[in-house]
């Protein structure tokens, strides 16, 4: 079995462990691997490559540091170049299963990541650590700490780390990449990864945003024991946007909304049971006077937006599904290429 390169780029020294192959700025500036700028990101990552078995499409698994210096994984692909390339994230539900997580992704979208890399841009499949379910609202921003309690050098962390640290963390590594263009990072995420996105651009700017069916109870500040239930009391049932307003928290969420710069387009799906926390996001988002887009589609399928491939499947998506891809598509061309539409579409509402 052929060994996967492993490699580490990094601003500050690695000399004490270049000899198990970690890859230092000098290897890197002579062309080994990509061609990194090594000055353009403070912290240490490292790069496997790999390959999806079914296909032998190659890909880069990403060791991302975050806030409390863990490491979370993303799956890379990018054009042939050296770029600067835009970049779309793309991020579905949950953290959860490290990166067994990303090789599945890399699999199953890798249909969706085929027709980013034909139009330019470099892809990411993202994860992060799970989340504490319903802590949001009920802490602040993690902080790293000096150490006085032993004296060392050690950073403490203030309180838990939250997964949306993790992705801000994912996209402030994917602006720093040597082949991508900082202005031009765009982010895709369905369910809670569309939360994400969300929870991401209330702290830090980047170029777009599609959250996809997002799962924004938390951000909204809903009260979610007072939310209605199907037979089986697990599914919160929100279709309606009144009673999903009944139960938001609209100063708390209001007082987010406000911190966002990033254009977002917002996608929900008809027949959702989630269907009246998307449409009031929207509402409330556009009442603040952002730049912000509505779409909703009839489909059968939650993520139908990540045109997941079907198990052993031929990549076949829908018509619903070319659809949507060339709506967001349009919508990122525009904020991360500036190439604005000919033809301003009606999208469905």
Same mark, same amino acid.
């Given at each position: 079995m052929k060994r996967p390169r492993i490699s580490m780029w990094t601003a500050v020294s690695v000399a004490p462990i270049a000899a198990l192959g970690v890859m230092t700025a000098a290897d %890197?500036?002579?062309?080994?691997?990509?061609?990194?700028?090594?000055?353009?990101?403070?912290?240490?990552?490292?790069?496997v490559s790999k390959t999806i078995p079914q296909s032998g499409t190659s890909w880069d698994l990403h060791l991302v540091q975050t806030r409390d210096q863990i490491y979370v994984p993303m799956g890379i692909r990018k054009p042939e170049g050296d770029g600067p390339?835009?970049?779309?994230?793309?991020?579905?539900?949950?953290?959860?299963?490290?990166?067994?997580?990303?090789?599945s992704g890399m699999y199953l979208y890798e249909g969706l990541m085929d027709r980013l890399l034909d139009r330019g841009y470099a892809a990411a499949f993202v994860n992060y650590r799970n989340e504490i379910p319903l802590i949001y609202n009920e802490i602040g921003r993690s902080e790293l700490l000096f150490d006085d309690i032993s004296g060392g050098s050690r950073a403490l962390r203030s309180i838990p780390t939250l997964d949306s640290e993790d992705y801000i963390s994912i996209v402030e590594h994917a602006k720093a990449l040597p082949f991508t263009d900082p202005n031009?990072?765009?982010?895709?995420?369905?369910?809670?990864?569309?939360?994400?996105i969300l929870k991401g651009s209330a702290l830090i700017d980047f170029g777009a945003g599609v959250p996809s069916e997002p799962a924004a109870h938390e951000y909204l500040a809903l009260d979610m024991t007072r939310a209605p239930r199907d037979e089986s009391g697990r599914e919160v049932?929100?279709?309606?946007?009144?009673?999903?307003?009944?139960?938001?928290?609209?100063? #708390?969420?209001?007082? #987010?909304?406000?911190?966002?710069?990033?254009?977002?387009?917002?996608?929900?799906?008809?027949?959702?049971?989630?269907?009246?926390?998307?449409?009031?996001?929207?509402?409330?988002?556009d009442e603040a006077g952002k730049d912000v887009t509505y779409a909703s589609f009839e489909h059968p399928?939650?993520?139908?937006?990540?045109?997941?491939?079907?198990?052993?499947?031929?990549f076949e998506p829908d018509?619903?599904?070319?659809?949507?891809?060339?709506?967001?598509? %349009?919508?990122f061309d525009e904020h991360l290429k500036g190439i604005r539409p000919e033809i301003t579409q009606v999208l469905p509402r």
């Open positions: %890197a500036q002579q062309g080994t691997g990509y061609a990194p700028q090594i000055a353009q990101t403070d912290a240490p990552y490292v790069v390339f835009p970049m779309i994230l793309i991020g579905s539900g949950e953290g959860r299963d490290g990166i067994t997580k990303i090789e031009a990072i765009g982010s895709l995420g369905s369910s809670h990864s569309g939360e994400m049932q929100l279709q309606d946007i009144e009673v999903a307003r009944s139960l938001a928290n609209k100063d #708390r969420a209001m007082e #987010r909304i406000r911190r966002i710069d990033t254009p977002l387009l917002i996608l929900g799906r008809d027949d959702d049971h989630l269907q009246g926390i998307f449409e009031l996001l929207y509402e409330w988002i399928q939650h993520g139908y937006s990540l045109l997941r491939r079907s198990g052993d499947d031929p018509e619903i599904q070319e659809q949507v891809f060339e709506v967001y598509m %349009a919508f």
